[in-house]
């Protein structure tokens, strides 16, 4: 939690489920930003981006790393 706003911006509750209940809960928490699931070896741009949220899964759907706004 940004302490400065309030806001969510870490998710590490998620790792180890699936990417599509993390996408969900993650909207709902965040309806300001944009979820991107990402398969492993995906390419990934350097960029920040306050309006984002990676979700990083492994082969078998589930997400491999805390999600965080970036």
């Known amino acids: 939690v940004n302490r400065m ?3 969510k911006s870490s998710w590490p ?3 180890g489920i699936l990417a599509t209940l993390a996408a969900t809960q993650i909207a709902r ?3 300001d ?3 991107e699931v990402l398969p492993p070896g995906a390419p990934l741009t350097p ?3 306050a309006e984002r949220v990676r979700v990083f899964i492994d082969n078998n759907g589930i997400v491999s790393q ?3 706004i970036g």
């Open 5 to 7: 706003s309030g806001t």
């Open 13 to 15: 509750e998620l790792v």
């Open 29 to 31: 928490d965040r309806p």
């Open 33 to 35: 930003v944009a979820v």
């Open 47 to 49: 960029d920040y981006n």
């Open 66 to 68: 805390t999600p965080v």
